[in-house]
């Protein structure tokens, strides 16, 4: 049963938002409380969430209060209000994962129910403009380590993966050990396009060869299912016959697909979910 820790200082946020004076005698005059917001979703950063929703219709709504739980079913706790529909949490840890919901409040202090979409969010780390360079020329820089942010040799046993320019069939590739998983998603606008790791798809190994590996192309994604068991992205923005550079970000949270965004929107809402407050 989804609850939620209700602070009486939630009283005060409602009223200092509005202006309103909750001991007037007009704020006795509306006990409906407006709709639980809906279309919550989240996206997914770097020690960081980004939440979302629809603005509610009615037009006595002053605002909205957000809570996080560590289960969709478990007790939420207040983290904070706003009078638009988005909310930024920085008070996460990278490879946690965290469930969120939102109420609306009116200008006479009712609170909605808590939304019930299905919404829960596990940071992860990201770099930027990272290099690495071609493992047959520059062995020691041309492996990445995503677990310690790192540029380490292609053969060393922290290298994910690495990049190799081959000159005899004129194109680069993204290399990864044969333990490890790799595939093309194709072209995208940034690192965020990408929001779950795919279950299969992935290059398979050729007879006789220790790596796999498929062609790098700048603008594309690639995910990458790490030997340990973790998953990761990278986005190659430039590509020289010596080096990559790229965009990259990596789930901490072992087997969690996860790499931006996580909603389950407009479900049915079972008689079993109520909101209790205490």
């Known amino acids: 049963m989804k609850k939620y820790l209700f602070y009486a200082f939630s009283l ?14 007009e704020t006795n005059n509306d006990y409906t409380a407006p709709a639980a917001p809906t279309n919550v979703y989240t996206i997914t950063g770097d020690n960081r969430v980004d939440i979302f929703w629809n603005y509610n219709t009615e037009r006595d709504v002053a ?6 739980s560590y289960s969709y079913d478990g007790t939420y706790t207040f983290i904070g209000s706003t009078t638009k529909n988005n909310f930024i949490d920085t008070d996460v840890n990278n490879g946690v994962t965290y469930y969120y919901a939102v109420t609306a409040y009116d200008r006479f202090n009712n609170e909605s129910e808590l939304s019930y979409d299905e919404v829960f969010d596990t940071p992860r780390p990201e770099g930027f403009n990272q290099s690495i360079f071609d493992y047959l020329l520059f062995e020691s820089t041309s492996g990445y380590d995503f677990q310690n942010n790192l540029v380490v040799p292609f053969d060393s046993d922290n290298a994910d993966f690495f990049f190799e320019n081959y000159t005899t069939g004129g194109k680069f590739y993204l290399n990864v050990w044969e333990d490890t998983d790799i595939q093309d998603m194709g072209v995208t606008t940034d690192i965020y396009d990408i929001s779950y790791a795919p279950t299969s798809g992935y290059v398979p ?29 990278v986005r190659i923005t430039n590509i020289t016959r010596e080096r990559i550079t790229f965009d990259w970000a990596y789930q901490t949270a072992e087997g969690n697909r996860e790499l931006k965004r996580n909603v389950i929107v407009n479900r049915n809402i079972p008689d079993s979910i109520k909101v209790l407050r205490f």
């Open 205 to 233: 190994i050729v007879t006789g060869d220790n790596i796999k590996y498929t062609e790098a192309k700048i603008g594309h994604t690639y995910v990458i299912w790490t030997w340990d068991n973790h998953y990761a992205k």
């Open 63 to 68: 605002g909205y209060n957000v809570y996080y």
């Open 12 to 25: 005060f946020l409602a009223s200092f938002f509005t202006g309103c004076d909750i001991n007037d005698n």
